[in-house]
T-cell receptor, first 113, second 115 residues
């Protein structure tokens, strides 16, 4: 089945700096890659997603890049703010298996003042 | 936008009892419902997938007789944790998908504590 690896597990940045989180996936047939932000005790919140037919997508301070050949995708957050502090999960659709989302292991992002 | 209502948000039960968690899609038809479990500081682990009117498909290592899933309608799915034990204490969360739509709508989660 699909396997999604995520790095780093923790990331600490200064306010205003950029943060980058990287994920790799194993199933070359995967075609949908969402990123979620989860605050403690809350549901995952979709922040951006990308489909396999594009290489990059941007929404204000957040961007995602996808390299299908290398089977990796990254989340980029610019001009980080304290409210960006949370756990971020990447995910990939496991195609042909009921479209199950397989999640990465998560990255605890801390934005320090 | 799409909303999934999940109840209860928190539940404490005694060891050996059963607990039912309910997820309702409020403004769309949840043709597929996914049930996840999340232990502290860990990722979301898929437990099972259910399609409306069909038996649920369980992930390897998940006991189907212990975690009963019902998806009898397009707007309601339930997860029953039977004979709960302290090790079942976790954050349970559902995620609904509408046929033909890429997006996944998550419930608000249920914090289960078994004492």
């Amino acid at each position: 089945g699909e396997n999604v690896e995520q790095h780093p597990s923790t990331l600490s940045v200064q306010e205003g700096d950029s943060a980058v989180i990287k994920c790799t996936y194993s199933d070359s047939a995967s075609n949908y890659f969402p990123w979620y932000k989860q605050e403690l005790g809350k549901r995952p919140q979709l922040i951006i997603d990308i489909r396999s037919n594009v290489g990059e997508k941007k929404d204000q301070r957040i961007a995602v890049t996808l390299n299908k050949t290398a089977k990796h995708f990254s989340l980029h957050i610019t001009e980080t703010q304290p409210e960006d502090s949370a756990v971020y999960f990447c995910a990939a659709i496991l195609t042909g298996g009921g479209n199950k989302l397989t999640f990465g292991t998560g990255t605890q992002l801390k934005v320090e003042l | 936008g799409a909303v999934v209502s999940q109840h209860p948000s928190r539940v404490i039960c005694k060891s050996g009892t059963s607990v039912k968690i309910e997820c309702r899609s409020l403004d769309f038809q949840a043709t597929t419902m996914f049930w996840y479990r999340q232990f502290p500081k860990q990722s979301l682990m898929l437990m099972a997938t259910s399609n409306e009117g069909s038996k649920a498909t369980y992930e390897q290592g998940v006991e189907k007789d212990k975690f009963l899933i019902n998806h009898a309608s397009l707007t309601l799915s339930t997860l029953t944790v039977t004979s709960a034990h302290p090790e079942d204490s976790s954050f349970y969360i559902c995620s609904a998908r509408e046929k033909g739509i890429y997006g996944y709508t998550f419930g608000s989660g249920t914090r289960l504590t078994v004492v």
